[in-house]
């Protein structure tokens, strides 16, 4: 549903984001991604990322350094000879450059750029420089790599990284924007010309077969690096493509999870529900963080006072309305959760070995295991299909007599209507995927390479669930939406128009079709899922 992961041309870069190593965040990385700013790095960082290099090659000289001087996994005691190393690099790439599936889409490949070169600047890593500088031309000019979706479970993206080293040595192809024609082109590798991985455009189909669109300057690629012996598993000592593919994922979900938040307000007012649960003294008896935070959002959203008389008529509401923050709260306190995470490993020197300057030391160690992403993923998934199905038990009582005064499913006046009767199941199938999503991909386990590495985080599913939750999810918020609208609508119920709950009506009113009859629904889901972003800026509003 979302068009964020669509693969275009990415859009004019403007603003700035400085890496440097230390601070960049979750936002950055997405501004990155899509093309709204452009990267510099930082002159202290570029010193550190210089020194690395220099002690690396030093202490590879001198001693036994992994992947440097030996070879890798199970390879890792077998030394590599002095006049083998210049090709060692080479041959490491071309070896793991071996993702297999669908080729990811720009986005979050960028974002895996990005990503990869802020943890460079943390200084660890001891590769060249001119890696740094190459990244961050390959953000600002558009360009990305072909890079296909599976290859990592959770100790590394290494194949990913891989294909991205030999993009960089010029052997494997980029993507990008033409910028005279707006066409994506792709540049082919090697003296053959050939094109590897995924379905192109029409307009450039012949590439596939090793005709190049496009040339090096129209695509954006930087110039071919002489990665060697010192360079090809410091890159690809990362696990920068889950990180990028969390962090993109994390913005989405936290701003629809708000989203939802507007909508279950639209909901409660549309069932004329009541505002104790959100009392001031309910969630100060009992200061969960995230709970306290989304009852004082909700009594922004609606108007409600910090300690609210009870309504007429009914004594408490269903779950979906009563039981919000308890449900919601949990979700904002996975996702800052996440975001503490993700803020730590982005701007990680995680590197195996870690290259320390400081020590003239190479230290070998387990610093990219990705358990702590892992786990936070899972349970920020977790929370998020607890939201999901809240809004799909709104979704029923909205569809209730009982509730509403109107007619059951919200149907106009022919005999037998069914309204939105269907919502509840596309909404539930929809949520059926969310469940799926769910299932802890840290339960996942691996023993590889000859059983050295005998444990896997799956720190990577984990991110690519966590992506694919988004569309769900937004059907499901969406589905709610459509009925709490057309609920409204048929109440003729109008909030006051100074409160933010108001605006929201008023948006979904100027986008979402006013015929009650029966008629397919399609579209009206979808434009409502759509407007979810924009119900995300409502909410973040209501911070009075």
Not at 77 to 82: L, Q, R
Not at 179 to 204: D, H, K, M, N, P
Not at 247 to 254: D, G, I, K, V
Not at 272 to 279: I, K, L, R, V
Request: net charge negative; proline share 5%; glycine share 10%.
């Amino acid at each position: 549903m979302s068009s964020q992961d669509v693969d275009a041309p990415v859009a004019v870069a403007t603003g700035l984001v400085v890496l440097d190593g230390c601070s960049t965040g979750v936002a950055d990385v997405v501004r990155l991604a899509d093309g709204t700013a452009r990267p510099v790095a930082g002159t202290e960082a570029m010193k550190r990322v210089e020194e690395s290099w220099d002690a690396a090659r030093r202490i590879a000289a001198t001693g036994r350094v992994y992947g440097r001087s030996t070879g890798v996994g199970a390879n890792r005691n077998e030394d590599v000879p002095t006049e083998a190393a210049a090709e060692h690099g080479l041959r490491l790439l071309r070896s793991h450059a071996g993702a297999i599936g669908e080729e990811l889409p720009a986005r979050q490949v960028r974002a895996m750029l990005a990503v990869r070169a802020n943890q460079l600047l943390a200084g660890g890593a001891g590769l060249r420089p001119t890696v740094v500088t190459a990244l961050c031309e390959a953000l600002e000019a558009g360009a990305y790599p072909v890079v296909n979706e599976f290859g990592s479970v959770g100790t590394g993206d290494i194949a990913a990284l891989a294909q991205l080293g030999l993009a960089l040595a010029g052997e494997h192809p980029w993507r990008g924007a033409d910028a005279s024609t707006g066409v994506r082109a792709v540049v082919g590798a090697g003296a053959s010309g050939s094109v590897g991985g995924g379905v192109l455009g029409g307009a450039i189909a012949g590439a596939a077969t090793g005709a190049v669109a496009g040339s090096p300057e129209s695509v954006g690629a930087p110039e071919p690096q002489p990665l060697d012996n010192n360079d090809a598993l410091a890159l690809i000592s990362s696990n920068a493509l889950t990180l990028g593919q969390a962090a993109l994922a994390l913005h989405e979900l936290r701003g629809l999870i708000g989203a939802t938040q507007v909508v279950a307000a639209l909901s409660l007012v549309a069932v004329d529900g009541s505002y104790e649960a959100y009392a001031a003294p309910v969630h100060a008896a009992r200061p969960h963080r995230g709970s306290s935070e989304v009852a004082r959002r909700m009594r922004q959203l609606i108007g409600a006072a910090d300690h609210p008389t009870p309504p007429l008529g009914r004594i408490q509401d269903p779950y979906g309305f009563r039981c919000l923050p308890q449900i919601h709260g949990p979700a904002h306190d996975a996702a800052d959760a996440l975001e503490e995470v993700l803020a730590v490993e982005i701007n990680a020197a995680a590197e195996n070995p870690l290259i320390c300057a400081e020590d003239m030391a190479a230290y070998h160690h387990g610093g990219f295991y990705q358990a702590q992403l892992a786990l936070a993923l899972d349970h920020f998934r977790l929370s998020l299909t607890q939201v999901a199905r809240l809004s799909t038990s709104r979704l029923s009582t909205l569809n209730e007599p009982s509730y509403t005064r109107l007619r059951p499913f919200l149907a106009d006046h022919e005999p037998a209507s069914s309204g939105v009767m269907i919502l509840e199941y596309a909404a539930g199938a929809a949520l059926g995927d969310l469940r799926a999503f769910s299932a802890p991909a840290s339960l996942g386990h691996a023993v590889l390479s000859r059983g050295v590495e005998e444990q896997a985080s799956f720190a990577s599913l984990a991110a690519r669930q966590t992506l694919r939750a988004c569309d769900a999810y937004r059907l499901v918020v969406g589905c709610e939406l459509v009925a709490a609208v057309r609920a409204l609508r048929q109440r003729e119920l109008r909030p006051d128009p100074e409160l933010p709950v108001a605006r929201a009506l008023e948006l979904a009113e100027s986008v979402l079709d006013a015929d009650p009859t029966d008629r397919p629904l399609t579209d009206d889901v979808t434009a409502a899922a759509a407007l979810l972003d924009r119900f995300t800026d409502i909410w973040r509003g209501s911070t009075a």
